[in-house]
């Protein structure tokens, strides 16, 4: 029995909202990536170039990027060779098991969130403007509240237009405080935030920045800024800088993360709007091409549709169906 089954038949039994989220939210890439891939066996009656080359074109237009693709295809060549496979449909299960070892990579994969010993966790999300920040920390606000932690909002946003009003709106949706000063300078209004935070025995604090990304060394300078203000205020804080990237964007979102990381210390990625493409292979391109793990993800536009990732779950949201199984 292959990974792929013994992840099928773990999550067929059960009666998981997560599981549910992870289907529904994943729809539109399983459609078009496991139809092709199932259209891609019954064509061919054996594994030869032309059924590499075909499989290598349905991943790439997955967005799982060039340079992944091509280590995998050749992983999966060994693994033919090795192993003597010669039926396609053999196949179908190595290449749902590879993905996991590829996003694996032999390591302890950490995406539960860096809690502090004492005081504030302090969690600071990064990003361009129109990823989803804003949405995804009110999301990540009412997921945490609902876990009995003591949330406090602080927007570091000050000066886009509408930014302070769209987080305060959330702010209230997930039932919880917010700091914040219009056309304030960002580090000033964390200053004060975290004050409050420290003061009033808050367990976390969300802190929102600017979305700016095409002055680097303004955001680098804005951000260094920043970090010091809140490792002055709560040492070793941040705890956690998450990048927010929209998953619709493709291999632009890879650009933003390899440009991220080169001007401040990145601990995750959150992928936004997974469920409004058709290629969230992007979660397998991120993690070969920046070597940064997705701790969250976005799988639909309702309030409690944030996920902590699994790979197990993603891996059945995509692939559930591949073999003609469905659990709906």
Known sequence: ???????????KKKEDIEIKTYEKGLEKTRNEFSSKLSILSKKHKQIDDEYFEELEEILINADIGVNTVIKFID??????????????????????????????????????????SSGPTVILFVGVNGVGKTTTIGKLACSL????????????????????????EWANRANTEVVYKENADPASVIYDGLEKAKNDDYDVVLVDTAGRLQNKVNL???????????????????????????ATTGQNG?????????????????????????????VLAIKEEVNLPVKYVGLGEGINDICVFDIEKYIYGLFKDLTGDSNE
């Open 1 to 11: 029995m292959g990974l792929f089954d013994k992840i099928k038949n773990t999550f």
């Open 220 to 246: 680098m300078n804005e951000l260094e800024k920043i970090n010091k203000v809140i490792n002055n205020l709560v040492p070793g804080a941040p705890h956690e800088t998450l990048l927010v990237i929209d």
């Open 145 to 168: 509240k609902q876990k009995g932690k003591k949330v406090l909002l602080v927007a570091g946003d000050t000066f886009r237009a509408g930014a302070v009003e769209q987080i305060v």
């Open 75 to 116: 992983k999966l060549k060994v693994r033919v060779k090795e192993e003597n496979i010669i039926d396609v449909n053999d196949l179908k299960e190595i290449i749902v098991d590879e993905m996991f070892i590829i996003y694996v990579n032999n390591e302890v994969l950490v995406n539960k969130i860096n809690y502090a």
């Open 254 to 282: 890879i650009s933003q993360a390899k440009s991220f990381k080169e001007i401040t210390n990145i601990t995750g990625i959150v992928l936004t709007k997974l469920d409004g493409t058709a290629k969230g292979g992007i």
